[in-house]
């Protein structure tokens, strides 16, 4: 532990370690054991595997999600002298066989990958001839399939760090309940006693508060008349990219200089508002939960989240922006039930049809392999002809590959190359290249306006010429400064590991196994939303029933913030987010009049409640039709019921579309949404006539009142 006392005051300019730094790096240094830190929003994660990679021999190899991240601490690093890189896909050739050289030369001490690099035959045959001496997985909580962001990428991790025989592992997270703790302890061999390292996310400085709005233009009013008393920089969070824009503009109107962050925006645009905002003493961002990760800002006084967020492992990390300073800053929540079916939107969005999951299935199944034992396919196209989302696609192949052993995954390529002259020296190269590779490109090429178009599968198939040949072949001329090239149409490769089911009983059953694990992941999800509405209504300290979320039932003393809105006022707030139950008969119509498919059900469903998919954006149902999202106020399980019922009418087959299509003056909005409720209760999400019990009435209060 001496070397890393040196590193921390050397190389990090700190006399001591804060918290539980030391036990998580003498865990990795003295025992040689794996650990799990599970520290809040700011608590200094990083620093438990920096100082041990520079205390280890070998590599210190980092997963994280991440790229802009991955930038931001490779920057800080190198600047105080550390020999570290990420390695990405927006790096050219040049800065990557670098990178590659100093990693393979044992120069390299941190190396900074995305996930998805593990699919990488390249990256995987590099990892082979390197010591990996720890292996740090940061936002670990997405290796859970029930955590609030997971990732199937991120499976396969533990795997690669068994394969690789890595010396230790440690996995880093600010949001993990603990159940998903036990997920991560147990994928990576950690001892749930001696290797987790937890600070609880009780902080004593913030004032968690909640208030109930009827809709968007009161809650404008609420968030400039906050803002206005503010004393330090602040951070409004909306749910969708149109409201950062609708709720700055409404800000404007009441003076208030606001900037706007959202994924929409170009990266030049979100770089200029976060440094300004970073530079700012009393700045504004109106943002979607893009905006945060990297941000530690001192200083931050005001979290207000316009739109209840769908986690509370999302909240949790959100606030925890908030005070990091140590002193006094306000977390507002917004709870509105207009809102809800945008949250239960995201919830429902993944689960695609069963008979989709049976068309991929059979595609996957029987499609016989290439030469060299792989088979590939275009994810996007496949995402559009059986409907389903590329998130939960990449997640159903993630299945094949861990949970059944039929397939894994190996380096994807583009299946269409775009080549023009760069000189008229080096073009005259290209066409009297006798090769027979060069050949076969020539023969098969396609003319366009301003060059040639390669489809490498068909050459490769017509020339009998390996399609990474090829690919060799175009790269080397771009290298040789002949040509430009613009690669296309990835397609993702896998090497079949194990005989797939070929019968149709075989793969149906396959289908509904997967189908059920859609719907279990559907079902958390919405549990997920009533977790949030419970616990901003319960009768409990919010900071209380925030830490025991977390499994820190202790953290606050005696279960009493004194500064939250449970503690101020003595009960919690009452809030009534209830759907219609009854589908509308003449909409129901409008939808079948509109959509003319009726062997999915729930593809009609999503129209009307506002879920786009792949298919609906496709068939032009999607955001642009003005009946998208018109039954958005009716329980999404009752508009199933009611289309499958039109469905099985038809014999689930296509019909023609019974005429023109409804016109209104614009497309309806969420906020435009009216709930049914006539009654008020507290903790209790009803849709469609259930509720979600949790809530106590105004005599049973858990905890006594002061």
Same mark, same amino acid.
């Given at each position: ?247 700055? $503009? ?224 175009? $790269? ?92 101020? $006022? ?115 999400? $009803? ?20």
């Amino acid at each position: 532990m001496e070397k890393a006392h040196e590193v921390l005051q050397n190389t990090f300019g700190f006399s001591s370690f804060r918290l539980e730094q030391e036990a998580v790096i003498r865990r990795l240094l003295v025992d040689n054991d794996n650990a799990l830190v599970l520290f809040p929003t700011g608590g200094g994660k990083s620093l438990t595997y920096q100082i041990p990679a520079l205390c280890l021999e070998g590599l210190t190899l980092v997963i994280s999600p991440l790229i802009a991240l991955m930038k931001d601490q490779v920057d800080a690093l190198v600047a105080r002298g550390v020999k570290a890189a990420n390695l990405d896909s927006t790096q050219g050739a040049d800065r990557a066989a670098w990178i590659k050289g100093e990693v393979l030369s044992g120069n390299m001490k941190i190396l900074y990958v995305a996930p998805e690099r593990l699919n990488n035959e390249g990256f995987m045959a590099m990892m082979r001839r390197v010591r990996i001496s720890l292996l740090a997985v940061d936002e670990s909580h997405c290796i859970s399939q029930w955590g609030a962001s997971f990732r199937p990428e991120y499976l396969k991790i533990a795997r690669f760090a068994e394969e690789m025989d890595v010396e230790r592992v440690l996995c880093l997270t600010a949001t993990a309940t603990p159940s998903v703790a036990k997920d991560i302890c147990d994928s990576f061999f950690i001892d749930r006693d001696a290797g987790v390292f937890r600070i609880p996310v009780y902080r004593p400085n913030l004032a968690l508060k909640v208030e109930v709005f009827d809709n968007a233009d009161q809650k404008i009013k609420r968030v400039a008349s906050i803002l206005k008393q503010r004393t330090g920089p602040a951070i409004v969070y909306v749910t969708l990219q149109k409201h950062a824009e609708e709720v700055s $503009n409404g800000l404007r109107t009441h003076q208030l200089d606001v900037m706007i962050y959202h994924a929409g925006l170009p990266g030049e645009e979100r770089e200029r508002v976060q440094q300004q905002f970073m530079d700012s003493d009393q700045g504004i961002v109106v943002a979607t939960i893009a905006f945060g990760m990297g941000i530690d800002k001192a200083n931050i006084r005001q979290v207000i989240h316009f739109h209840m967020p769908k986690t509370l492992e999302n909240y949790s990390q959100e606030v925890g922006r908030a005070g990091r300073d140590g002193l006094h800053s306000d977390c507002y929540m917004f709870l509105c039930a207009p809102d809800i079916p945008i949250l239960e939107g995201f919830a429902r969005g993944d689960t695609c049809a069963k008979c989709g999951i049976e068309l991929w299935l059979q595609q996957v199944a029987l499609q016989p392999p290439a030469p060299d034992g792989t088979l590939d396919f275009n994810h996007y196209k496949q995402a559009k002809e059986y409907d389903i989302r590329q998130n939960v696609l990449n997640l159903l192949y993630a299945q094949l590959e861990l949970d059944y052993g039929y397939i894994r995954a190996v380096t994807p390529f583009y299946s269409i190359y775009d080549i023009s002259s760069r000189n008229a020296a080096g073009w005259q190269k290209v066409l009297s290249d006798p090769s027979p590779t060069a050949v076969a490109i020539r023969t098969y090429w396609m003319t366009k306006s301003n060059g040639h178009t390669v489809d490498m599968v068909s050459t490769a198939e017509h020339s009998r010429i390996d399609r990474s040949e090829l690919a060799k072949k175009i $790269n080397g001329w771009e290298m040789d400064g002949h040509i430009w090239s613009k690669a296309s149409q990835v397609r993702a490769r896998y090497m079949v590991m194990n005989p797939m089911p070929k019968s149709t009983k075989e793969i149906k059953a396959l289908a509904d196994a997967l189908y059920q694990r859609m719907v279990a992941r559907e079902d958390e999800a919405i549990e997920k939303i009533r977790k949030v509405i419970e616990f901003a209504t319960n009768d409990d300290c919010m900071a209380q029933g925030l830490a025991a979320y977390f499994g820190d039932e202790d953290a606050v003393p005696d279960g009493m913030c004194g500064q939250c809105t449970f503690c101020l $006022n003595g009960a919690g707030v009452d809030f009534s987010p209830v759907a219609t139950s009854i589908p509308d008969p003449a909409r129901i119509k409008q939808i079948l009049d509109a959509c003319p498919e009726r062997d999915d059900p729930r593809l009609l469903a999503r129209m009307a409640f506002g879920i786009t998919s792949p298919r609906l954006t496709y068939g032009k149902w999607s955001t642009a039709h003005p009946l998208f999202g018109c039954m958005v106020d009716t329980d999404f399980s009752a508009l199933v019921v009611a289309f499958d019922a039109e469905c099985k009418k038809a014999g689930y087959t296509k019909v023609e579309a019974a005429g023109p299509t409804p016109r209104t003056s614009q497309k309806r909005s969420y906020t435009q949404t009216k709930t049914t409720s006539t009654s008020s209760y507290r903790g209790s999400y $009803n849709r469609g006539g259930s509720s979600y019990g949790g809530g106590r009435g105004r005599g049973g209060s858990k905890r006594a009142r002061r």
